[in-house]
């Protein structure tokens, strides 16, 4: 028998989660905060979204409010996040969005807006608009790989799973409620049908579940062997003037940590820097000290990160025509520096006064 959605909604009555961004009960959703939500949902678990969230749209409680902010108070307000990629195209989405005074209420539309794929549009399609999607997140993979036990491989079968998903909606109470039915889905997959140990007695699909029936739910869906991740090595110099300003530089607006704040350093390559290599990119000349590794994880690489310390009595205007920027050390907690560089300044500082 196919899942009974009645089953699923009655669920949900009973057992949805209270978020930040979701409505209450018989209110409709608000747009921007679906879309947000979303966005910083990317990459990021529910409980690590919630306080930035909230401090986000204390900041800009709209989406206007958004889009006339400048790029860097919108880069330190997701400073943390990371995957900041999202960011960026959060801040053109948002312009774009008001430029037209209102975020489109179509899957076309919504797939036309910078940074929203497939699964964000259904979400935003679903959530705010009512539309009869099913938005498939990684619990709703799991959900429907579970429910038809889909036993190919992830991420080889993520579409099949997909279009598996998009059958869970097709009944009238589904069809009926669109915008609950999506996010009883979610909470499903993220109460019930969790990743380890799934709590299938209290399901309300569990009768018509393939994967329970079969004794194989916990071990679905089934993921390829992960790659090891390649590593990368970086040196990053720390330098400050006898004011106590500190040298920064700005990344390139594109690629990884786009637009970003840094302590100026080298490229991040496959092989370890020699101090002599590391220090012929030092950004000025300075009586430089190793001081410590720092070693951060993204998602495709680990990177090492060999950190100097110096101190001048003031910086050269070459400093500045590399592109320097001096900041005063106690700005730094408003400034859009990424959780890498701020793991490299809390490893440097206890070297200063030490």
């Known amino acids: 028998m196919p899942p009974s959605s009645a089953d699923l909604l009655h669920w949900y009555d ?87 005074g209102r975020f489109p209420d179509d899957m076309p539309r919504l797939l036309a807006l910078p940074g929203v794929g497939a699964y ?39 579409k099949s799973i997909a279009r598996q998903a998009a059958t869970l909606n097709h009944s009238a109470e589904a069809q009926a409620r669109p915008s609950d039915f999506a996010q009883a889905l979610f909470d499903l997959g993220a109460g019930v049908c969790t990743p380890r140990s799934p709590a299938c007695a209290l399901c309300p699909w569990r009768e018509a579940c393939a994967g329970f029936r079969q004794g194989i739910a916990a071990n679905l869906p089934v993921k390829a062997p992960r790659a090891t991740k390649p590593v990368r090595y970086g040196a990053h110099f720390h330098v400050t003037d006898a004011a106590g300003h500190i040298l920064l530089r700005r990344r390139a607006a594109k690629g990884l940590l ?13 092989a370890p820097w020699t101090p002599a290599e590391a220090l012929a990119h030092a950004p000025l000349a ?11 994880v993204f998602t495709h690489f680990t990177l090492h990160v060999d950190l100097y310390d110096a101190a001048v009595g003031h910086f050269p205007n070459s400093a500045a025509r590399a592109g320097g920027l001096a900041f005063a050390g106690q700005a730094l907690d408003g400034l859009a520096l990424p959780s890498l560089m701020r793991k490299c300044l809390a490893a440097i500082r206890p070297a200063m006064t030490a």
């Open 120 to 158: 964000t549009a259904a979400a935003i399609a679903a959530i705010a608009f009512g539309r009869p999607v099913v938005p498939v997140d990684g619990n709703v993979e799991r959900v429907t790989s579970r429910l038809f036990a889909l036993s190919d491989p992830l991420p080889g079968a993520r």
């Open 258 to 270: 786009g637009g970003m704040l840094e302590l100026p350093g080298t490229d991040w390559r496959a």
């Open 286 to 296: 300075a009586s430089w000290q190793a001081a410590g590794r720092v070693t951060h």
């Open 14 to 100: 009973r057992h949805r989660r209270t978020l930040p961004w979701r409505a209450l009960p018989g209110h409709s959703a608000d747009p921007y905060h679906v879309w947000l939500s979303e966005i910083m949902l990317q990459q990021t678990t529910v409980t690590a979204v919630i306080p930035y969230y909230r401090r986000f749209l204390d900041r800009f409680p709209t989406v206007v409010d958004l889009a006339q902010a400048d790029s860097d108070t919108v880069m330190a307000a997701w400073a943390g996040l990371g995957y900041y990629a999202r960011a960026r195209n959060l801040h053109d989405c948002a312009r774009v969005v008001a430029a037209a």
